[in-house]
T-cell receptor
Framework: GIQVEQSPPDLILQEGANSTLRCNFS?????LQWFHQNPWGQLINLFY???GTKQNGRLSATTVATERYSLLYISSSQTTDSGVYFC??????????FGAGTRLFVKA | GAGVSQSPSNKVTEKGKDVELRCDPI?????LYWYRQRLGQGLEFLIY????????KSGLPSDRFSAERTGESVSTLTIQRTQQEDSAVYLC????????????FGPGTRLLVL
């Protein structure tokens, strides 16, 4: 089945810094989602981005489907950005596979 | 405009007991997913429902796990004869159109099997 790898596994930032999170996938996909899981466990969808670039405030994402990767950019990070960031892709119909996540801690 | 709701929020049970977890999807969402998340780990797909089609049960870890959904409404996930390794957060998500829309997650049910 499809493999999803995220990097880095852990990231510590000083408030105000920028960062890039990466998601690689092993097979062609027709959609990709980015989620943020806050420290209380709630999963919030950030982007549905099968291809191209989208922006939402300080966050933006780019998926290059032909090269099988997606990037999530966080600019001017804030402490509320802390948590785990997951990318997720479909496999075998609508079954969804999640990467292991990037754990982000933003220091004040 | 309610989101996905799940109940109970927390469940503590003894090994060998059966538990039933409930998910109320967003109204009008045809697709419903169940996932399991063990402590400090990612999400494992369990089962997917789409309208009246046969569910995709390929992620259920054993025959102790089963799930039902009535039409496009409530779903229940049942774990029989619980084991300690079943301890996890069980997350439910729904989407308007499967495969072409993002999934919206509920707050999860935290299950602890003693």
């Amino acid at each position: 089945g499809i493999q999803v790898e995220q990097s880095p596994p852990d990231l510590i930032l000083q408030e105000g810094a920028n960062s890039t999170l990466r998601c690689n996938f092993s097979d062609s996909v027709n959609n990709l989602q980015w989620f943020h899981q806050n420290p209380w466990g709630q999963l919030i969808n950030l982007f549905y981005i099968p291809s191209g670039t989208k922006q939402n405030g300080r966050l933006s994402a780019t998926t290059v489907a032909t090269e099988r990767y997606s990037l999530l950019y966080i600019s001017s990070s804030q402490t509320t950005d802390s948590g785990v960031y997951f990318c997720a892709v479909p496999t075998g119909g609508f079954k969804t596979i999640f990467g292991a996540g990037t754990r982000l801690f933003v220091k004040a | 405009g309610a989101g996905v709701s799940q109940s109970p929020s927390n469940k503590v049970t003894e090994k060998g007991k059966d538990v039933e977890l409930r998910c109320d999807p967003i109204s009008g969402h045809t697709a419903l997913y169940w996932y399991r998340q063990r402590l400090g780990q990612g999400l494992e797909f369990l089962i997917y429902f789409q309208g009246n089609s046969a569910p995709d049960k390929s992620g259920l870890p054993s025959d102790r796990f089963s799930a039902e959904r009535t039409g496009e409404s409530v779903s229940t996930l049942t774990i029989q004869r619980t084991q300690q390794e079943d301890s996890a957060v069980y997350l439910c998500a729904s989407s308007l159109v499967p495969g072409r829309e993002t999934q919206y997650f509920g707050p999860g049910t935290r299950l602890l099997v003693l």
